[in-house]
């Protein structure tokens, strides 16, 4: 039916940039939103950053200043840009999609996450 792929994650120091990609492929009828979350070992999976379909943003606190959601609607493509990148950002990082399948109802959809790790 709907399927999220994420990519661009890897090994990167201190202070670098990653951009993360996640590809929403399916019969999707209407975006209303779409977001990156971030889970670390040991912790609960946090939101980092969302995109409405009407263009308006939300970020973590951690990561304002620093990361920059943004899209491509036509494609169903949703990007994370990660700079000045901290060892703290080091987490599995997670595509959500809140979307309406054609001939369903708005649902919620995850892709299968992409590992980010921060270190020197």
């Known amino acids: 039916q709907v399927q999220l792929v994420e990519s661009g994650g890897g090994l990167v120091e201190p202070g670098g940039s990653l951009r993360l990609s996640c590809v929403a492929s399916g019969s999707i009828a209407f975006v209303y939103a779409m977001g990156w979350y971030r889970q670390a070992p040991g912790k609960q999976r946090e939101l980092v950053a969302t995109?409405?379909?009407?263009?308006?943003?939300n970020y973590a606190d951690s990561v304002k200043g620093r990361f920059t959601i943004s899209r491509d609607n036509a494609k169903n493509t949703v990007y994370l840009q990660m700079n000045s990148l901290k060892p703290e950002d080091t987490a599995v990082y997670y595509c959500?999609?809140?979307?309406?399948?054609?001939?369903?109802?708005?649902?919620?959809?995850w892709g299968q996450g992409t590992q980010v790790t921060v270190s020197s």
């Open positions: 995109l409405t379909g009407g263009g308006s943003t």
């Open positions: 959500n999609a809140d979307l309406r399948v054609v001939l369903t109802r708005r649902g919620d959809y």
